[in-house]
């Protein structure tokens, strides 16, 4: 019998130590920063991938057969995702990641979050109104992204804790690290003034110095219109300002148009890890902006 009870323990040991926490993000950042805390012993897919607009993602059945399936569900929150992850989580009927339950982790937790509106006005189509959802493109922010998620693997697979408390400080020393260097890029251009397309920056401008003085958008989420363009025109000419920060999901003729009306410069920066094929990972992400951004200065 104890010959037997052994042969069992053998057979079911490794399909035990193997089994993965399988998560689902809905933005490749906390894909790449659940990789990073959970290393082997996750299994991530994210939903939207580094060039899409993640405020605005079509629903795909496959995302629903993912989502069904998960052990843990991470989500911006806020209203970044209000769009389309409410419909997905109820199509995907898996109580442990419905809000509330067990698996179902809210990234913004703890985050110190900027720009909460005073008032709400949902009538001008602002998709901003819980304070700036785009707080991932602060690099500090992402030790405390890590955090939340080492809490949540520690408690659905407390036997590893030691494993994934490990990886949350190399990868909280990795930031801090690589934070000085950034910085140390960036200084001499530190309250450079510049236009954005979309309403978010302010953390990476928080951090990094940059001066973010309007937006190709009259409001988040609403394109750019004539009178908005022409203000932007007329603003660039009398601050003296020479960049417009772009990103990958939007058209670039509006930003073309300003800068050809200025003589101003068009930069792209990546606002997701897989923007681009170079950026695969959270830390990719920041060399690649803070680059773009040193190119377009000099
Ligand atoms: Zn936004």
Known sequence: MKKYVSLLLLLFAPLCTHAQLKIVTTIPDLKSIAEYIGGDRVNVFSIA?????????????????KLSKADIFITVGLDLETGWVPALLNSARNQRIQKGGDGYVDASTNIP????????????????IYGNPHYWLDPLNGKIIAQTIAATLSRL????????RANLKIFTEKIDAKIKEWEGKLTRFKNTKVIAYHNEWPYFEHR???????????????????????????????????????????????ADLVA????????????????????????DLFDYNVDQILTAIQ
């Open 208 to 254: 990094f110095g940059l001066t973010i003085v309007d937006f190709l958008e009259p409001k988040p989420g609403i394109p750019p219109t004539a009178s908005q363009l022409t203000k932007i025109i007329s603003i660039m000419k009398s601050e003296q300002i020479s960049i417009i920060i772009n990103s990958p999901y939007f058209m670039s003729e509006s």
């Open 157 to 164: 697979d407390p036997g590893h804790q030691v494993q994934f």
């Open 260 to 283: 050809r009306n200025t003589g101003g410069k068009v930069v792209t920066l990546a606002t997701s890890v897989g923007a681009t094929e170079t950026i695969k990972s959270y830390f």
């Open 49 to 65: 991938t580094g060039y899409q607009n993640p405020h605005f993602v079509d629903p795909k059945p496959s995302y629903i057969l």
């Open 113 to 128: 979050l900027l720009q909460i509106p005073t008032s709400v006005n949902r009538g001008e189509g602002d998709i901003h």
